[in-house]
């Protein structure tokens, strides 16, 4: 079955840096683009970043424009999300999740991880 | 950037009963629209792709409808399982853009 592990949130100071991975199995993971949507404590879902399955086509959402990069490692399955210059704004539970294509529905999600931006 | 709106923010409803959740689009979108379901300290997960299509596994008492700006999600008979928040998605252009979400209480 599809299983997605997301790790390496924590917490971290105002400007500092994370990185975030996606452990893919049970699928075809080069067959499947893949996005980051993150959800800040009790509020809605806020799309961050999206990679085309060869890894070609990136797009990003303005909050986190020129502060994220999202790649991904097809022979290892994995996604991952470089974070830097982090705010206290981006606390929140960070999800990977998949879609077929882009503007298509993220139809598996992670059970996310945590990052924590405070002095 | 489009912008989804929900309503009503949470409702509290018997089991048995009929639910309806509203999500309004900002502008058309015609039926590029996706629901989800997040249980409490869970992931979202998928349940309708393009408005009106069940995902596979997804109870038939879940149902969609819409087009254009004005979308619907309807529980036909409330159980137990349903209490979560669920959210609509457009993906009509780029940034997709997710509504506030819906608490449903039982």
């Known amino acids: 079955q599809v299983q997605l592990v997301e790790s390496g949130g924590g917490l971290v100071k105002p400007g500092g840096s994370l990185r975030l991975s996606c452990a893919a199995s049970?699928?075809?993971?080069?067959?499947?683009?893949m996005s980051w949507i993150r959800q800040a404590p009790g509020k809605g879902l806020e799309w961050l970043s999206y990679?085309?399955?060869?890894?070609?086509?990136?797009f990003y959402g303005a909050s986190v424009k020129g502060r994220f990069t999202i790649s991904r490692d097809n022979a290892k399955n994995s996604l991952f999300l470089q974070m830097n210059s982090l705010r206290t704004e981006d606390t929140a539970v960070y999800y990977c999740?998949?879609?077929?294509?882009?503007?298509?529905?993220?139809?598996?999600w992670g059970q996310g991880t945590l990052v924590t931006v405070s002095s | 950037d489009i912008h989804m709106t929900q309503s009503p923010s949470s409702l509290s409803a018997s089991v048995g009963d009929r639910v309806t959740i509203t999500c309004r689009a900002s502008?058309?979108?015609?039926?590029?629209l996706n629901w989800y379901q997040q249980k409490p300290g869970m992931a979202p997960k998928f349940l309708i792709h393009?408005?009106?299509t069940l995902q596979s596994g997804v109870p038939s008492r879940f149902s969609g409808g819409g087009f254009g700006t004005d979308f619907t999600l309807t529980i036909s008979s409330l159980q137990p399982e349903d209490s979560a928040t669920y959210y609509c998605q457009q993906s009509y252009s780029n940034p997709v853009t997710f509504g506030g979400g819906t608490k449903v209480e039982i």
């Open positions: 049970g699928f075809t993971f080069s067959d499947y683009s």
């Open positions: 999740a998949t879609s077929l294509d882009w503007l298509l529905p993220f139809d598996y």
């Open positions: 502008q058309s979108i015609s039926s590029y």
């Open positions: 393009t408005a009106s």
């Open positions: 990679i085309s399955s060869t890894g070609g086509t990136m």
